[in-house]
C-alpha cells in the first residue's frame, strides 16, 4: 500500500470576522489547528478499492434499492386475570343491564392516509447522503416528506447553554441541502456554510456527480432554493467546496477538534434521507479511528482519522454538521458502518458513525477555496500491516521506500515496522496513513520503529509533499 500521505468553546455563529491563517467563516478564536492531507499513491497496493467513501455514478441513479422500514405493528400486551374470588354479579348496585354495543362509526380515511404516509416515509430516502463503510450503495427513492411543519408550533422554549437544544438552535441556520441532478438520476447530501457570501464546505462524494453536466442546488435553511457551483474538491480527503448563490447566510462557527475527549456529547445535524434540518445526539465514541473509504477508482480511496460517534448518521448526513454543545463544528459527518454486507442496499445508521476532524478538514478547505485543489503530506513508502504469530496487526510494516523521500531521509528501510507516530500507537497499515494525513507538508513527526531485533528505534521525519499531485 502506498501511503503518499499526509487526512468547544462559546463563540456565537453569525461573525464573518476571519481567524489567523484562515480565508472563510467564522473560525474559533483558539489558535490556528493542525491539518488534514495525504495521497493514495503511498497506499497503492494495500488500500481497499472498494468500501464506504466517494459515491459512484450509480449513486445517484434510482435502482430500485429502497431501504425496507417502519415499524410493524403488535400487541401491547395480553389481557390479564385478576386475583382472588369475584365479588359475583350483585357487587356493588345489584344486577346490572347489559351494555348496548354502539352503532359502528364511519371509518376515518384520513388517518388510515396518514399512516399510510408515516410507513412511506419511514422506508424512503435521499440519494446523496453519508457514505457507507461496508460499501453499500446509497441509492433510494425520495422521501414523500422533506421539510419539518411549522405552522400551529408553540414557541421554543428557551433552552440553557450546553444542551442539544441550544447547540442545535446556534448551528441550524448554517447547515444546508445540497441536491444534485444528473442525466442518470438525482441525490442529495448536507453542506455547511462557512461564508456570508455562500461559501459551503461538503464531502466529495455529495457533489462528484455536477462535474460531469450536472446541476446543483443548495436548500438554505430558510427554505429558499438556490443554484451553486463547485469551487474545489478534493477526492483524496472527502472534501469539497461549492459556492452558493447568496449573499446573506449564516456562517457556522468552526471550532477545535482536538479539543474532543471520548464520551463527550455532540449533535449530528444535516439531511438524512433528504429530510432536511434533522438533528441526532450521541456522544464521541472514539478519536483518531482510522477509517478506510473508496469507490471503485483508487484515486478516490481515502483514509483519514475519523471523529467516531452514536449520534444517529444515515445516508444524506454526508457533509452535514457534527457539533460540540457549545454549537461549534468539529467534523463533517462523512461514514457509517451498516450491517448490511458490500453491495446491499439495507445500510442505515447502527451506531457508528465517522467524521472528518475540522482540524484536518480546515487547511484543505483553505486550499480549495484559494486554489481549487489542496495538498498533502507524503512519508514516501508502501506499508501493509505487520502481524504478529496469533494474526492480529501490531504495526504497520513499510515496503517500497521512495528514494529521497521523507522517510528515505529519514533513515528508514524496507521491512521497518513502525509502531508509533508522535507517541501514539500505529496498529495497522491504515493507522499509519491516517496519521500521516492528519499532518500537514513540512510537519516534523517523531517515528517509532522495530527493525529485527532492535525495538523502539526512533527517528525524526519532515513530511514530504504531493504539490497537489495525490496521484503523482
Known sequence: MTENQPHQP?????????AQGSTYGNQAPQGTPPAYGSTPQERTQQLPTTGYGQHSQQQFAPQGQARTGGYQGGQFGTAGTHQGASPGTNWPFGP??????????????????????????????????????????DTSATPSVTAPLTGGQAAPVSAPDGSVQAAAAKVLPSVVKIAVATSQGAGTGSG??????????????????????????VILNDGRTVPATVVGTDPLTDLAVIRADAKDLTPAVLGKSGDLAVGQGVVAIGSPFGLDATVTSGIVSALNRPVTSGGDEQ??????????TDAAINPGNSGGAL??????????????????????????????????????????????????????ARLGVTVGDARSSDGLTQGATLGEVTSGGAADKAGLKSGDVVTAIDGKAIASGDALVAAVRSHRPDDEVTITYNRGSQTGQTVKAKLGSDNGNPTG
Request: no cysteine; net charge neutral; proline share 7%.
Open 10 to 18: 462559546q463563540n456565537q455563529p453569525g461573525n464573518d470576522t476571519p
Open 96 to 137: 346490572q343491564q347489559p351494555a348496548q354495543p354502539e352503532p359502528p362509526k364511519p371509518k376515518r380515511r384520513g388517518l388510515a392516509l396518514v399512516a399510510a404516509t408515516a410507513l412511506l416515509v419511514g422506508t424512503a430516502g435521499g440519494v446523496g447522503g453519508a457514505a457507507v463503510y461496508s460499501a453499500t450503495t
Open 192 to 217: 455547511i456554510v462557512i461564508s456570508k457570501d455562500g461559501l459551503i464546505v461538503t464531502n466529495n462524494h455529495v457533489v462528484s456527480g455536477a462535474g460531469s453536466g450536472g446541476r446543483l442546488s
Open 299 to 308: 484515486d478516490s480511496t481515502t483514509v483519514f482519522p475519523a471523529v467516531q
Open 323 to 376: 457539533i460540540d454543545l457549545a454549537g461549534q463544528v468539529v467534523g463533517i459527518n462523512s461514514a457509517i458502518k451498516t450491517a448490511g454486507g458490500s453491495g446491499q442496499s439495507e445500510g442505515g445508521n447502527i451506531g457508528l458513525g465517522f467524521a472528518i476532524p475540522i482540524d484536518q478538514a480546515k487547511p484543505i478547505i483553505d486550499e480549495l477555496v484559494a486554489k481549487g485543489k489542496a495538498t498533502h
